[in-house]
Nanobody, 116 residues
């Protein structure tokens, strides 16, 4: 079934920065494009950013374009999301999965909370 371990979420002030990490085991990480998704309270899970298998083709949802950087380390089976200039609308639980999300296991995600 695999396992996904998250780190890097937390409480941050508007305008602050965070780097999220997602370490994948037991799943074919290096065979898939990967992505970060997020789910805010009362909303459906949405795609935030994706990255190709080799890491050379990132794509971003319009609302985070210019504020986020997705990257991956295939040797570590890990994908990262660097988030800067955080806004209240970024507050959500963040998840990673393949793109499209073919992994059956999502894990608990990592919470990003904005507070002034």
């Amino acid at each position: 079934q695999g396992h996904i371990a998250y780190s890097g979420g937390g409480l941050v002030q508007p305008g602050g920065s965070l780097t999220l990490s997602c370490a994948v085991s037991g799943l074919a990480f290096s065979n898939h494009a990967m992505a970060w998704y997020r789910q805010a309270p009362g909303k459906e899970r949405e795609l935030v950013a994706s990255i190709s298998i080799g890491g050379g083709v990132p794509n971003y949802e319009d609302s985070v374009q210019g504020r986020c950087t997705i990257s991956r380390d295939n040797a570590k089976n890990t994908v990262y999301l660097r988030m800067t200039n955080l806004k209240s609308e970024d507050m959500a639980v963040y998840y990673c999965n393949a793109h499209p999300p073919v992994f059956p296991y999502w894990g608990e995600g990592t919470q990003v909370t904005l507070s002034s």
